[in-house]
């Protein structure tokens, strides 16, 4: 784990269900296919009744502030067949996807945009946390 990327925490059902997702075709060879699994390799798996409701889970909604501007950005963490950029709706494979896997509410990544900038996002909150309730979904 490089010293800028914080601690995360996955559930055991989000983990079986993302390395399922990357042995199968398209997803195994998509962009960002390398970067999700050396966040599943370095993430703490737990039991769903055992994680944290603050974490960032898939179908899971953070969120976030731009440390650098004040602005805020509502974000979706989805499978990549349910995104839409215009929804907030952002797949896992997607650069600021794979990097939200596993934070918690007060924890920063840094995500890349366009022309060549770099936000410092920090996680202020997380709603409708399936795996916490028992209302994992697909």
Known sequence: MS?????????SL???????MLDTPPYRDAPGADA????????QVVEPA???????GMNTTAECVDDGSGQRHRLTLVYPRDADAAQGRVSV?????????????GQSIDW??????TLRLRV????????????ASR
Do not use: F, K, N
């Open 3 to 11: 010293a800028h990327a914080p601690a995360i925490v996955l559930s």
């Open 14 to 20: 989000d983990a079986d269900r993302l390395e399922q």
């Open 36 to 43: 999700l699994r050396a966040e599943l390799e370095r993430a």
């Open 50 to 56: 055992s994680l944290p409701a603050d974490v960032v």
């Open 93 to 105: 494979l997607a650069p600021v996807g794979s990097a939200l896997l596993g934070l918690r509410v």
């Open 112 to 117: 890349p945009a366009p022309g060549g900038r």
């Open 124 to 135: 202020t909150a997380v709603h409708r946390q399936p795996e916490a309730s028992g209302q």
